[in-house]
């Protein structure tokens, strides 16, 4: 059975794509047969997004598991959450339709990076969210966060909700993309790295800079 990594983040727009990317490539270099899967895309049409820029930084071509949408099997038009933009196109989204293409892929590679969807409580349907679907399927997780003003809160929060649900942190990746000021920068990544030496010793806290993941 293939391993599996879920990438989410404190909010929408902090580099969950990137990052998954980046993972799936460091995978990949080690001569693992990887590929990266976004649970739902919202703002498009035909491919997702999201898996082309997977695979640009992967450096290989959409492979025929994208162009068959194996890879990503609800692709939504409006920039929502997947619940909102589903309805506005008469649609349901069926957590078995994501499940069963899953595991089709565990049966082709030996990694599988899964983007999320915006935040931990993001609503996937009426009935389901990205921390449920998480935990219901025991995936380790990787959370992106940033340094950015509102970053602490969030990323507090994100952390309490971990061990609330009994989820296993991989890593914690700071997005320094976002860096505004270099004081506060380097005060957030400290309180971040002490946040997880205390209640996380088993999580590898990295640093995506300039399109790389720091270890």
């Known amino acids: 059975m293939a391993e599996k990594i879920f990438v989410s983040a404190i909010d929408t727009g902090v580099g969950k794509t990137i990052a998954s990317g980046l993972i799936a490539k460091k995978i990949s270099e080690k001569g693992k047969k990887v590929i990266t899967f976004k649970l739902v895309q919202t703002g498009c049409s035909g491919i997702s997004e999201d898996i082309i820029k997977h695979r640009e930084i992967m450096e290989i071509p959409l492979t025929e598991d994208d162009l068959s949408g194996l890879t990503c099997p609800y692709v939504f038009k409006h920039p929502c959450s997947p619940h909102l933009a589903a309805k506005l196109e008469e649609q349901t989204i069926h957590e078995n339709v994501i499940t069963n293409a899953i595991s089709e892929l565990e049966k082709k590679y030996d990694f599988l990076i899964i983007e999320g ?5 993001v609503p996937i349907n009426e009935s389901l969210n990205i921390i449920d679907f998480i935990k219901k399927n025991k995936y380790p997780l990787a959370l992106i966060t940033t340094t950015k003003l509102g970053s602490i809160n969030h990323t507090l929060m ?4 971990l061990i609330r649900y009994n989820i296993p942190l991989k890593y914690l990746i700071l997005n320094k993309y976002f860096c505004q000021d ?3 920068s380097k005060d957030t990544e400290t309180l971040f790295r002490d ?3 205390r209640k996380f010793p088993d999580t590898e ?3 995506l800079e300039k399109m790389k993941l720091i270890f």
Do not use: C, H
């Open 195 to 197: 946040e997880i030496e």
């Open 158 to 161: 994100s952390l309490e909700l």
């Open 205 to 207: 806290f990295l640093v």
């Open 182 to 184: 270099k004081l506060i």
């Open 117 to 121: 969807v915006g935040g931990l409580f």
